[in-house]
């Protein structure tokens, strides 16, 4: 069974950096691709970045292009966020999701972390 277990998240000043992890397990299968979306209050859920675990590549959303990075660790069992020059509208809470690589949709979640930048 996949499990994913964030953490990090807080309560921080605009300009601060803040680290996301994910803690994955379960996941036998390969090539994956696993993500970071959020979900801010009234607001739909939306995608922030994604790693390529088959080339390692990434891509992010425009709006945290520059400023927040994604990576992996060596066993690539854990993912992180790397937030830097927060502003309040990144607040929301942060949730990371994986999916076959092959699938068209993430089919397994987190529980998600809440990120909170203070004017």
């Known amino acids: 069974q996949v499990q994913l277990v964030e953490s990090g998240g807080g309560l921080v000043q605009a300009g601060d950096s803040l680290r996301l992890s994910c803690a994955a397990s379960?996941?036998?299968?390969?090539?994956?691709?696993m993500a970071w979306f959020r979900q801010a209050p009234g607001k739909e859920r939306e995608f922030v970045g994604a790693v390529y675990w088959s080339d390692g590549s990434t891509s992010y959303a425009e709006s945290v292009k520059g400023r927040f990075t994604i990576s992996t660790d060596g066993a690539k069992n854990t993912l992180y966020l790397q937030m830097n020059r927060l502003k309040p509208e990144d607040t929301a809470v942060y949730y990371c999701?994986?999916?076959?690589?092959?699938?068209?949709?993430?089919?397994?979640w987190g529980q998600g972390t809440q990120v909170t930048v203070s004017s």
């Open positions: 999701a994986l999916r076959r690589s092959s699938a068209s949709i993430y089919n397994y």
């Open positions: 379960g996941h036998t299968f390969s090539p994956y691709t």
